[in-house]
Nanobody
Framework: QVQLVESGGGLVQAGGSLRLSCVAS????????IGWYRQAPGKQRDLVAE??????NYADSVKGRFTVSRDNAYNAVYLQMNSLKPEDTAVYYC?????????WGQGTQVTVSS
């Protein structure tokens, strides 16, 4: 089992920045991918950014604005979000893949006002 706890969401004006954090606990050995999805009201949950054994991946809509990073010493993954836009408003979920199972955090709300 892997437990994921996100933090760092909030309300920010367009053009501002936020940094999301996700701390993993439990059986974290052999996590082979970790990252972030988001889900806006009435929409599906989409990939934002991730770190896998093959490298990092970003959604086209966030390239150049968001940066995902991992700190193995603290079992954490971060999402630095700059130049935020109202369309970035969503619940952001941290995920981790271990063996053949995907674990999810509870989500953190990000709201960008225009």
């Amino acid at each position: 089992q892997v437990q994921l706890v996100e933090s760092g969401g909030g309300l920010v004006q367009a053009g501002g920045s936020l940094r999301l954090s996700c701390v993993a606990s439990g059986s974290i050995f052999s996590i082979n991918a970790i990252g972030w999805y988001r889900q806006a009201p009435g929409k599906q949950r989409d990939l934002v950014a991730e770190i896998t054994s093959g490298g990092t991946n970003y959604a086209d809509s966030v390239k150049g604005r968001f940066t995902v990073s991992r700190d193995n010493a603290y079992n954490a993954v971060y999402l630095q979000m700059n130049s935020l836009k109202p369309e970035d408003t969503a619940v952001y979920y941290c995920y981790a893949d271990k063996v053949r199972r995907r674990y999810w955090g509870q989500g953190t709300q990000v709201t960008v006002s225009s």
